[in-house]
């Protein structure tokens, strides 16, 4: 466990408390929490809640929990110096916790004064400690989807590859937080296609978001089965380049929106396109934090997870990438894989479909 960036989280809270001259922080939140130790929070992954609560002061910080929890959160999860109050598995934390205006939290509720937009914003910039770790589970999950894929065969069932990336994934320590796979009778039915019984065929789209430690990454590769005309993939690519010109330090998330809107018609796809799925936004400790949309005035910020996702006529494109550190400057792609063929748009590296 890196404490260097646990510490350079918290120092962003504790200045929050002084900006808004409150006594204390609760943090509640999955993605808030995870973010705040650098670790997991969770237990069963599909709620929002939280197995401890978290309560930041000027100078303390300090987990409460129940009984079941404390031991593994100790061992395993909590930076040294959290202090840890520990309650019996049978009651409620709420009580527990501190309430009233002096004190902030990451979600409404018990007359806290509400600051969830401003924690949303302060993680969104990764600490260094936390962008190293982010490049290496972009690497891993988009290797671990391509080792999976290159397995694949026309007669899997859409579940029977689930299962063979699942096992790709948690053989790199990486946990299944989302997966979409889509063969040939569904990919043009579905945009968020949960795998199904269905045999493939000639063409799998395969998506994921794969996380350790709580930084989640997003990727979509596409698998061929008989040489067919990719010339939809190669114009989503096309957009999705449209899209990467945009994305800018400093500029507005409505940008890069704005360049989807007008490019799906620009390289022959319907012009209501951009509205049949969400186009992407940021991401990091959560799969995305929200949606960019036409009327996101929030500002693209250094050291920024975003993940793009273009879609249309059965084609995908999604990877994720992080902003650089300068106002005006790009971005870098984390979740290139050097072993999946990939075709060059715009000068960028990008990945290519898999003809087997």
Same mark, same amino acid.
């Not at 130790?37 to 002061?57: E, K």
């Not at 493939?200 to 979509?220: E, F, H």
């Given at each position: 466990?890196? $404490? ?26 999955? @993605? ?9 929070? =969770?237990?069963?992954? /599909? ?9 930041? /002061? ?13 031991? !593994? ?5 909590? @930076? ?7 309650? #019996? ?21 018990? #007359? ?11 993680? &969104?910039? +990764?600490?260094?400690?936390?962008? $190293? ?5 972009? %690497?891993? %999950? ?9 397995? %694949?065969?026309? #007669?899997?069932?859409?579940?029977? +590859? ?21 063969? *040939? ?5 579905? !945009? =968020? ?47 999705? %380049?449209?899209?990467?010109?945009? /994305? ?6 409505? $940008? ?22 969400? &186009? ?17 005035? *929030? ?11 273009? /879609? ?25 894989? @050097?072993?999946?063929?990939?075709? $060059? ?8 479909? +898999?003809?087997?």
């Amino acid at each position: 466990m890196n $404490e260097s960036g646990y510490l350079e989280r918290i120092a962003k809270v504790q200045n929050l408390i002084a900006e808004k001259q409150l006594q204390g922080i609760v943090l509640r939140r999955n @993605p808030n929490l995870a973010w705040i130790i650098g670790g997991r929070v =969770h237990v069963p992954s /599909t709620l929002d809640l939280a197995c401890f609560d978290l309560i930041i /002061t000027a100078d303390e910080v300090t987990a409460v929990t129940n009984t079941i929890e404390a031991p !593994r959160l100790v061992a395993e999860e909590l @930076p040294s110096n959290v202090s840890v109050k520990i309650i #019996n598995w049978w009651e409620g934390r709420d009580k527990f916790l501190p309430s009233g205006e002096n004190f902030g939290c990451d979600q409404p509720g018990a #007359n806290r004064f509400d600051l969830s937009r401003e924690i949303e914003i302060l993680r &969104q910039s +990764l600490v260094s400690e936390d962008i $190293e770790r982010f490049r290496s589970v972009c %690497s891993d %999950s988009s290797i671990a989807l391509g080792e999976a894929l290159k397995n %694949s065969h026309s #007669n899997d069932r859409e579940i029977d +590859l689930a299962g063979k990336i699942s096992k790709a994934l948690w053989e790199k320590n990486l946990e299944l937080v989302f997966i979409g796979v889509a063969g *040939q009778t569904r990919v043009q039915k579905h !945009r =968020h296609p949960l795998p199904t019984d269905s045999v493939v065929g000639n063409r799998i789209v395969a998506s994921i978001c794969a996380r350790r430690k709580g930084l989640i990454s997003s990727v979509t590769r596409i698998v061929s089965f008989n040489d067919d005309d990719i010339s939809g993939y190669e114009n989503i690519l096309k957009v999705e %380049s449209e899209i990467f010109e945009k /994305t800018k330090v400093g500029a507005k998330f409505s $940008e890069p929106i704005e360049a989807a809107v007008h490019a799906y018609e620009k390289f022959q796809f319907d012009k209501d396109e951009w509205m049949k799925h969400h &186009q992407g936004g940021p991401t990091g400790y959560a799969p995305r934090d929200w949606a960019a949309n036409r009327e996101s005035d *929030q500002l693209i910020l250094p050291y920024q997870p975003i993940a793009w996702n273009p /879609t249309g006529n059965g084609w995908k494109v999604e990877d994720t990438i992080m902003t650089k550190g300068e106002i005006n400057s790009g971005f870098e792609i984390l979740t290139l894989d @050097p072993n999946w063929p990939s075709v $060059e748009v715009n000068g960028r590296p990008r990945p290519g479909v +898999l003809k087997i």
